[in-house]
């Protein structure tokens, strides 16, 4: 079964710094998909970034980008110029592909902090 | 925003009871799923649909069962409520992997008290 692991259950950073998240995840599979979730105190679940598994670039979108290592089936997000609103709960997620029915797992999550 | 509502948002309930949380989409995605999310567990899959009737177990999918009987609506039935139960319910939608959105839209999630 696939597995998502975050092991880093907080962090904490300084505004306007670079932090980077973790997440490793267990495979089989050669396509699919990992993201990136937000879950701020509202507890609306906000997606931050997608990487597919096929493609080797890594995925960039604006202050956030990820580092994907196939390989090594890890997923790691590093947010720049970090901001107080990027302060939630963070959720690494791993989406398969193949044989139709694209079940969708998490991590644990961790719970970033940002320092004024 | 995505059309994903869940009913009940809260919920108390007693031991022993069944209880059914609704998820209704209007987005005709094919991939419907509920988690549970706990502190220090994350979100975990209870169960998920990939089409009408078509459902499948999740890694905590003990004591729950699902039906789905027409595309927009996904349901969590908690067949005899236990205090363990207690937890934010979520339902999540998706399309297929093959087409172009590849990003699930979650629901405000379900407060549910099991008393």
């Known amino acids: 079964a696939q597995t998502v692991t975050q092991s880093q259950p907080e962090m904490s950073v300084q505004e306007a710094e670079t932090v980077t998240l973790s997440c490793t995840y267990d495979?089989?599979?050669?396509?699919?998909?990992l993201f990136w979730y937000k879950q701020p105190p509202s507890r609306q679940m906000i997606l931050v970034i997608r990487q597919e598994a096929y493609k080797q670039q890594n995925a960039t979108e604006n202050r956030f980008s990820v580092n994907f290592q196939k390989a090594a089936k890890s997923f790691s997000l590093k947010i720049s110029d970090s901001q107080l609103g990027d302060a939630a709960m963070y959720f690494c997620a791993y989406r398969e592909t193949q044989g139709g029915s694209e079940k969708l797992v998490f991590g644990k999550g961790m719970k970033l902090t940002v320092n004024p | 925003d995505a059309g994903i509502t869940q009913s009940p948002r809260h919920k108390v309930t007693e031991t022993g009871t069944p209880v059914t949380l609704r998820c209704h989409q209007t987005e005709n995605h094919r991939y419907m799923y509920w988690y549970r999310q706990d502190p220090g567990h994350g979100l975990r899959l209870i169960h998920y649909s990939y089409g009408v009737k078509d459902t499948d177990k999740g890694e905590v999918s003990d004591g729950y069962s699902v039906s789905r009987s027409k595309t927009e609506d996904f349901l969590l039935t908690l067949e005899s409520a236990t205090s363990s139960q207690t937890s934010v319910y979520f339902c999540?939608?998706?399309?297929?992997?093959?087409?172009?959105?590849?990003?699930?839209?979650f629901g405000q999630g379900t407060r549910l008290t099991v008393v």
């Open positions: 999540a939608i998706s399309e297929s992997s093959g087409e172009s959105n590849t990003e699930a839209f």
């Open positions: 495979t089989s599979e050669s396509d699919y998909y």
